[in-house]
């Protein structure tokens, strides 16, 4: 994957400013924070999607992020709240196609901001019909047939 800058940071081939690395994951700050101390948390093997992420990657990776938060927060780095991030998909504002987690602190006055219609308040009975697609898929993905 050379096309990939995340790839690239990996094997050195790009720099990065890195504060975490192991025979799994790596951290490093992003070069177009929202705030300072805005952190990534990545993969050293490429996947593109979450879903692509073998699920023990998946929880390193979570620890890994945890760890981040609290380090960023007894950083000296002003943070009065952090926020977690993951765009899965281009829908979702995925720019680099390379699994990253944003970890950022967050604090009154900055200029970070989530827009979203909050007021947007379904159905109990579409509620029940978009988990029964969830579940399904679920079950079918992974033979799962726990009902609640």
């Not at 490093?28 to 093997?45: E, K, N, S, W, Y």
């Not at 780095?77 to 995925?94: H, K, M, S, T, Y």
Request: hydrophobic share 40%; proline share 3%.
């Amino acid at each position: 994957m050379s096309e990939c800058v995340f790839c690239q940071i990996v094997t050195g081939d790009s720099p990065a400013s890195t504060f975490y690395e192991d025979e799994i994951a790596l951290g490093f700050m992003t070069i177009g924070p929202v705030t300072r101390g805005h952190a990534l948390i990545i993969p050293r093997r490429h996947a593109a999607y979450l879903a692509d992420l073998d699920e023990e990657t998946g929880r390193h990776l979570w620890t890994i992020t945890q760890r981040t938060a609290a380090a960023i927060r007894n950083s000296g780095v002003r943070c009065e709240g952090v926020n977690i991030f993951l765009a899965d998909g281009q829908a979702a504002f995925q720019e680099i196609f390379h699994v990253h987690i944003h970890v950022f602190p967050r604090y009154a006055g900055d200029q970070f901001r989530v827009v979203a219609d909050w007021g947007v308040k379904p159905s109990r009975e579409e509620l029940n019909g978009v988990a029964e697609q969830i579940r399904s898929a679920y079950n079918r993905l992974w033979h799962h047939n726990h009902k609640l």
